[in-house]
């Protein structure tokens, strides 16, 4: 069984910056992807940025030039580096990480970008 900690979210001013980090403990092959979705209450999960094995990363139009997405495979723990934030990157992030069909989630962190 795989599990999920999160962490690095919190109280940012605009422009700040905040890292999150997400690991995933339990054996087993590797991962497939992994990634962070966000979510508004009231709006649907959107995929901020993402990493497929052997093919490359992908991020949300709203966040290029801004976020990096990032992973140590050793640790099994893939980061989120977000700069230039701004209040319409407030919502909860969610991590994951897959393997074939198989998809696991992180808990959430809550990401708030106010002045």
């Known amino acids: 069984q795989v599990q999920l900690v999160e962490s690095g979210g919190g109280l940012v001013q605009p422009g700040g910056s905040l890292r999150l980090s997400c690991e995933a403990s339990?054996?087993?092959?590797?991962?497939?992807?992994m990634g962070w979705y966000r979510q508004v209450p009231g709006k649907q999960r959107e995929l901020a940025a993402g990493?497929?094995?052997?093919?490359?990363?992908n991020y949300a139009s709203s966040v290029k030039g801004r976020f990096t997405i990032s992973r140590d495979n050793a640790k099994n723990t893939v980061y989120l580096q977000m700069n230039s934030l701004k209040p319409e990157d407030t919502a909860v992030y969610y991590c994951?990480?897959?393997?074939?069909?198989?998809?696991?989630w992180g808990q959430g962190t809550q990401v708030t970008v106010s002045s």
């Open positions: 994951f990480f897959s393997r074939a069909t198989n998809y696991w």
């Open positions: 339990g054996s087993g092959a590797s991962f497939t992807a």
């Open positions: 990493i497929i094995n052997g093919v490359g990363t």
